[in-house]
């Protein structure tokens, strides 16, 4: 995981915010996590992707897409519904996922 | 900061993502952090606030109004913009701010 934001794109694009409180199992977890990350980048539609934790606390993880379809393709592959479904039986507390058309977007960087 | 997620709201409503990496300086950051988190919520359209950090890594903050009115409103604060300011002076190595309309949501809770 890089420590740079992904960059601001050119709108209209679509995220997905998910953020989340996990449980105490972490069975299975930081593979699963390592291969959707892996999974996601193939999506034709894949922008970027980026995560954050803090430790006992929230996480959020936005992934980036050019459009709907991408990210719809990407919620019903299979392996990934597979994850879905072992995340709520063993490894998040409660999640929200927020699906949205990115408008307006910009960056700074200070060397940039 | 609650370890829970903000919920899902009816859409459409307005996120405001903004993820960043820091600088080591942290003179004043905290201060002005819970300074801006208080400012934020006394907003009328505001709807939650969340955030994340990996130690030593990304920070992800998630804002949510229930429009693009409340959110310019926000934006255009005096005492925001002067922390915007001081944060590309100073606090931030790098950021992207992404300000997207919510078109579908949906929460989990183990025990809801």
Redesign the interface.
Known sequence: ????????FEPPYV?A?F???R?DDASGYPETLARMEEMVATNPGYLGY???????????T?A?FRDHESLTAWREDLEHRAAIKQG?ADW???????????????????N?
């Open positions: 995981m890089s420590i740079q934001p992904v960059p601001a995220m915010v953020s989340n409180a449980t980026e995560s954050a934790r803090t430790p006992g606390g929230l996480g959020i936005v980036y709520r998040y507390e409660s999640y929200t996922l927020h699906v949205a058309t990115v408008e307006r977007s910009h960056g700074f960087a200070r940039g």
